[in-house]
């Protein structure tokens, strides 16, 4: 792996996987502690909507992804917390509809797409130096917002009656996390693609609510999880020649089936323990 560091790519891809890792860390706490993971899901899917519309109308493709997937956030938001239909039917017509959107406008666009796929299955060996940038600059205001809002955040996660109670602008809060959840989302477009997105999300931040309670101590272990599968994963698909975005994905999900497996059997000699 030292050796693959020489090289511009390898380094651009291993800042690019840590700049996540912290967004993910913290963001995907928060998602999964608010159990909204397949409204995450949903955002990070619509985002694709928001590519076709940056290569219809020749933008910026990551723009239009940011604008798309936080009004689909918001307006998801929305739903299930203002409407009585079927949450999880609506929130996934919304999904569908958002990516047949992006698909339509890809294919109405002139012009050979080369780098479309990426934006699928990631591409984190071909993260330039000015995404590296604009990636740094969704960090700060991700950290930022959470710092500037963070028992907000906590009330409205463990205990919303009492919230509104204590008059924290539930609603408010809840839209500005998943308007931060979009931001994440974007950004890890460039590691793994829309495709494995939710997994990165979440996968980390549910490792760590299974190892502690504290929710900072939730989101530190998350982020550095985040980090070490990043790595791990990079060094195998350099070193087997796989797919990136999906190597971290498999490792990610391996350490978190092992995190299962271990608390089932050391629950079941407990449980022989007392039988004893």
């Not at 990043?230 to 971290?248: D, P, Q, R, V």
């Given at each position: ?191 793994v693609g829309l495709i494995l997105t939710i997994a990165l999300l979440t996968i980390p931040a549910a490792i760590s609510t299974q190892l ?65």
């Amino acid at each position: 792996m030292m050796e693959a560091l020489q090289y511009d790519f390898m380094r651009n891809a291993l800042c690019a996987g840590v700049l996540v890792s912290l967004a993910c860390g913290i963001i995907g706490t928060f998602v999964v502690v608010n159990r909204i993971v397949f409204i995450a899901g949903g955002i990070a899917h619509t985002a694709y909507g928001g590519i076709g519309l940056g290569y219809f109308f020749n933008f910026n493709p990551l723009l239009g992804a940011v604008a798309f997937s936080t009004i689909a956030g918001l307006a998801m938001g929305i739903v299930q917390r203002q409407t009585r239909e079927r949450t999880d039917t609506t929130i996934g017509v919304m999904w569908a509809v958002g990516m047949a959107v992006g698909i339509i406008l890809v294919d109405l666009t002139p012009g050979y797409k080369a780098d479309l796929m990426s934006y699928l299955f990631g591409s984190i060996l071909s993260v330039p130096t000015g995404d590296l940038q604009i990636m740094l600059g969704f960090d700060a205001i991700a950290i930022a917002l959470v710092v500037l809002f963070y028992k907000e955040l906590v009330a409205i996660s463990f205990d919303e009656t009492f919230a509104t109670i204590q008059n924290v602008p539930v609603n408010g809060i809840y839209f500005l996390l998943l308007g931060e959840i979009a931001l994440t989302v974007v950004m890890m477009m460039q590691v793994v693609g829309l495709i494995l997105t939710i997994a990165l999300l979440t996968i980390p931040a549910a490792i760590s609510t299974q190892l502690v309670r504290d929710l900072k101590q939730m989101m530190a272990i998350a982020c550095l999880l985040g980090v070490l599968f990043t790595f791990i994963g990079l060094w195998l698909s350099y070193t087997l020649n796989l797919t990136s975005g999906a190597t971290i994905i498999l490792v990610s999900g391996t350490a978190y089936l092992s995190i299962l497996a271990l608390k089932w059997r050391s629950r079941r000699s407990a449980c022989g323990s007392i039988v004893k």
